[in-house]
């Protein structure tokens, strides 16, 4: 699909096709998650596809999942497939949040309150 400058809107590929039809990462990653590469090699980069390769050259300063799936132009399934198969391969480490059971920290709630009142 063209857009009006002349540059296409979409992708070539149905970008489900990268990741083999594959809608779920293996395991839960939220979109808040972020993601570092780690150092290769210049030679070891012709053994990635293009979307590792361009997940490795993004992820040299921390992004989080949603960045990566906004710059990519992917779907967020997608970029979390991918992502979750790049940390199994050991390519990306992950960096997720560490929520104390699920409670919201209460000290923060607080200040974000009263930021909200100062507005």
Known sequence: MRGGDGTEDEPLFRPYAVTGGRSEPRYHMAMETLVSSVT???D?????????????????SIRSVAEISALLRVP???ARVLIADMADEGLVRLHMPQLSQGQPDLNLLERVLSGLRRL
Do not use: A
């Not at 070891?44 to 040299?60: D, G």
């Open 76 to 78: 967020l399934g997608v």
């Open 40 to 42: 290769l090699m210049s």
């Open 44 to 60: 070891e980069y012709s053994l990635l596809t293009p979307e590792q390769e361009s997940i490795m050259m993004l992820c040299r």
